[in-house]
């Protein structure tokens, strides 16, 4: 492996990891007398490649209750999260820290692995997935790099490139959602085409995918989805049949490539539930499908089925106006028609007008609420109405009325539905 030296800036930024007064805290407490506790993963990673790090992955080589008992010394609280896969979580004023016993594998089934804890970080390293993923920091700032893995964050100056420790096909083995996590992170920090073995391996595992709970998928794709080269991972992975064998889409990449271009153009965070609906949702049922085949949350599947709905609904009108736009919003809600039409801005079978869209931006800001409708059955009994089935027909038809009328608000939309409903009493 050729040595690739620090530039300044990532020197910099490791040794600002290590400065940080809870980091400090933690080494001073955990790090040295017999043991050694180091940084790990994608907080290295990521510091190197002068990226935000918000999240800090810890590995020791003393055992869970060597760790507890340290950090209690310390005045520092615990808590056994995974003590029987070797992690503990430490507090240190009030931000939690997971520490990580160093582990060997006995077994693996593709699902899980059988561990038992070492003290070798290169043995450690060697276990994980990617190379980029395998770094570690020492307490005295020394960077360790038993997997190559800085080489590969260069590449030869194209930038960082996914690849598996070792055999690629052993390490999907291993744990057979690593197939997910190489395209993942392709799509998060590859540039070009994916690593020629990860690819192949992905391909001749694919298998394996069958194992997967639907949970571990759903994670994972959302992950993929929210990353900036989504689109072009998306395309490899259907491509070649893998996407839909482990979430039976069938995808539209080019939909999902220009719904991230205009998120791009807009400066919008990424939308990993919208691009997922880009990617594989037309119509209701698309949304049921999804909802069952990856374990959608209740939140999640309710709002791919009302923006399908709502997509449904511009595809039938085909014109947007200010008055279709105001009562989709009223019977749909206003984030379903934002949704529906974030998705197809582009469609050719679609016009709108200028207040239209103007209206939908505004909904999709959050600087304009839905249209509520004026109007409570209360309000009939007080005309005189007698409870019972003329109450709902009652409302119905004037809900329909003030629909069509472009959802009037105020006083005055109110005194004129009452007006409505004392002449339709009286008849």
Not at 265 to 291: F, H, I, K, P, T
Request: aromatic share 4%.
């Amino acid at each position: 492996m050729t040595p690739v030296t620090l530039t300044t800036q990532q020197h910099d930024a490791l040794h600002a990891l290590l400065q940080r007064p809870r980091i400090a805290r933690l080494f001073a407490a955990l790090n040295g007398n017999g043991e050694e506790l180091r940084m790990v993963g994608g907080a290295v990673r990521d510091a190197l490649l002068g990226l935000p790090v918000t999240e800090i992955d810890l590995a020791a080589t003393s055992t869970p209750d060597e760790t507890m008992a340290r950090a209690r010394r310390a005045g520092l609280k615990c808590v056994p999260t995974g003590v029987a896969h070797g992690t503990v979580t430490v507090i240190v004023d009030h931000e939690p820290f997971e520490i990580t016993s160093l582990r060997e594998d006995v077994a693996t089934d593709g699902r899980r692995a059988q561990v038992r804890f070492g003290r070798d970080f290169n043995a450690d390293a060697l276990r994980r997935d990617f190379t980029i993923n395998a770094m570690s920091l020492d307490g005295h700032g020394r960077l360790h790099d038993a997997a190559g893995g800085l080489a590969d964050l260069e590449d030869g100056g194209r930038g960082p490139r996914v690849r598996f420790i070792g055999d690629a096909a052993m390490r999907i083995r291993e744990d057979y959602l690593r197939t997910l996590r190489f395209f993942r992170f392709h799509a998060r920090f590859g540039q070009g085409t994916p690593d020629a073995d990860g690819f192949a391996a992905a391909i001749a595992c694919r298998d394996g995918l069958d194992q997967l709970s639907r949970e571990r998928v759903r994670a994972e794709l959302l992950k993929l989805l929210a990353a900036p080269g989504a689109a072009g991972a998306i395309t490899l992975m259907s491509g070649a049949g893998l996407l839909h064998r482990v979430s039976g889409i069938v995808a539209e990449p080019g939909r999902l490539a220009r719904l991230i271009a205009r998120e791009n153009q807009r400066g919008a965070a990424a939308d990993a539930l919208l691009r997922l609906a880009a990617c594989a949702v037309r119509v209701v049922e698309d949304a049921r499908s999804l909802q069952e085949r990856l374990r959608l949350s209740g939140a999640e599947a309710m709002r791919l089925g009302n923006l399908a709905r709502a997509q449904e609904r511009l595809h039938d009108i085909r014109r947007l106006t200010l008055v279709s736009a105001r009562a989709m919003a009223a019977e749909l809600g206003g984030a379903a028609l934002a949704d529906a039409s974030a998705l197809v801005a582009d469609e050719p079978w679609l016009g709108a007008d200028a207040d239209a869209m103007a209206y939908v931006a505004a909904l999709a800001a959050g600087a304009a609420p839905a249209p509520a409708f004026p109007l409570r059955g209360a309000d009939l009994l007080a005309l005189g109405v007698k409870p019972g089935p003329a109450v709902g027909a009652m409302m119905a038809a004037l809900r329909t009325h003030w629909l069509e009328a472009g959802c009037p608000e105020g006083k005055a939309a109110r005194a004129g539905l009452l007006a409505r409903a004392t002449d339709m009493a009286a008849g």
